[in-house]
């Protein structure tokens, strides 16, 4: 389906004058400048609009708990972390959410199939498909797309906004291979389904969606609507073993080598000799020993009909 005109073929799953409340993270990448052509898109498509200022993405559940009997969805501009700190607050409303994808990696946007193109992301919450999708939770955090401990916590507290913001995803890549060479693997067990796992790995990450990282792929069959989690454990020796497994990490393929681990269950629990953070959507958020359950149709987003990506 051409993507300029798909709109003109649908109903509206929401109310035409449907209240939204709009949260734009001003600090994300393409925040600021892109505030204004938002509202005034969404107002084009016909939405009565509460825009709020998410200066600090840590209260957004706080503003969508304050607004929720005045709303019927909740718009959030911004990146993964930013999604991710609305997250608790969708659960417990279950309004609506609509995505404008406005960070670095806007890993859960790619696992929607929502455009980069904000005019175009725009569309989709005006006349998209309502679905609900799963979410996973570890100890008592939500997740949208990976939570993961290892390599991606050192890249985590690395990625300053300033190295984001300057680089985009290639801040990725470069900080990637930093920390890939000072890498040391740590000693976890896993037990899932029953059974257990002791492993001498340098990264373990839980999936429940499909895409992290800016673009990786946890495994290649993986979607956010499955009921699982998909589970890798990185097990190698030296640091450079890991070069050629990237390329295949972007479509999910590196669970295929033999030096990774893959498993896959509705509960995981990773335990370490000590406690280590865990990174939840590009936030360090908890630490284990972790319990990782799949919720199952825990929200409700907006989303492209699923002939058209």
Same mark, same amino acid.
């Given at each position: 389906?051409?993507?300029?005109?798909?709109?003109?073929?649908?109903?509206?799953?929401?109310?035409?004058?449907?209240r939204a409340l709009l949260l734009v993270n001003r600090h994300a990448r393409q925040g600021q400048q892109s505030l204004l052509e938002?509202?005034?898109?969404?107002?084009?498509?016909?939405?009565?609009?509460?825009?709020?200022?998410?200066?600090?993405?840590?209260?957004?559940?706080e503003v969508i708990l304050r607004h929720q009997h005045e709303i019927d969805l909740v718009i959030v501009g911004g990146g993964d972390?930013?999604?991710?700190?609305?997250?608790?607050?969708?659960?417990?409303?279950?309004?609506?959410?609509?995505?404008?994808?406005?960070?670095?990696?806007?890993?859960?946007?790619?696992?929607?199939?929502?455009?980069?193109?904000?005019?175009?992301?725009?569309?989709?919450?005006?006349?998209?498909?309502?679905?609900? =999708?799963?979410?996973?939770?570890?100890?008592?955090?939500?997740?949208?797309?990976?939570?993961?401990?290892?390599?991606?916590?050192?890249?985590?507290?690395?990625?300053?906004?300033?190295?984001?913001?300057?680089?985009?995803?290639?801040?990725?890549?470069?900080?990637?291979?930093?920390?890939?060479?000072?890498?040391?693997?740590?000693?976890?067990?896993?037990?899932?389904?029953?059974?257990?796992?002791?492993?001498?790995?340098?990264?373990?990450?839980?999936?429940?969606?499909?895409?992290?990282?800016?673009?990786?792929?946890?495994?290649?069959?993986?979607?956010?609507?499955?009921?699982?989690?998909?589970?890798?454990?990185?097990? =190698?020796?030296?640091?450079?073993?890991?070069?050629?497994?990237?390329?295949?990490?972007?479509?999910?393929?590196?669970?295929?080598?033999?030096?990774?681990?893959?498993?896959?269950?509705?509960?995981?629990?990773?335990?370490?000799?000590?406690?280590?953070?865990?990174?939840?959507?590009?936030?360090?958020?908890?630490?284990?020993?972790?319990?990782?359950?799949?919720?199952p149709k825990a929200v409700t987003v907006l989303m492209p009909p699923i002939e058209t990506f």
């Open positions: 389906m051409d993507a300029e005109n798909w709109t003109s073929r649908l109903q509206r799953a929401l109310p035409v004058s449907s938002a509202i005034h898109c969404l107002e084009q498509l016909g939405f009565d609009l509460i825009e709020e200022s998410t200066e600090h993405p840590k209260h957004l559940s972390g930013t999604l991710n700190a609305a997250v608790d607050a969708l659960v417990e409303t279950q309004l609506p959410l609509g995505i404008l994808p406005l960070g670095t990696a806007n890993d859960l946007a790619r696992t929607l199939g929502i455009p980069k193109s904000l005019n175009e992301a725009c569309k989709v919450i005006a006349y998209g498909e309502l679905r609900r =999708i799963d979410l996973g939770l570890v100890n008592d955090k939500y997740f949208f797309n990976v939570a993961s401990l290892g390599l991606s916590v050192k890249i985590t507290q690395r990625l300053t906004k300033e190295v984001k913001r300057r680089w985009g995803i290639f801040a990725y890549a470069a900080t990637a291979l930093q920390v890939i060479w000072e890498s040391r693997p740590f000693s976890a067990e896993i037990r899932i389904n029953g059974k257990s796992y002791r492993v001498k790995t340098v990264q373990i990450a839980v999936g429940n969606g499909r895409y992290y990282g800016g673009g990786m792929a946890v495994a290649p069959d993986a979607t956010i609507d499955d009921q699982r989690l998909d589970l890798y454990s990185l097990e =190698i020796e030296n640091w450079w073993q890991i070069i050629p497994l990237l390329p295949a990490m972007r479509q999910g393929r590196h669970i295929e080598w033999r030096s990774v681990r893959a498993l896959q269950g509705q509960e995981i629990e990773v335990s370490t000799r000590k406690p280590r953070p865990i990174n939840t959507d590009g936030e360090i958020t908890t630490y284990t020993p972790a319990h990782f359950r799949v919720i």
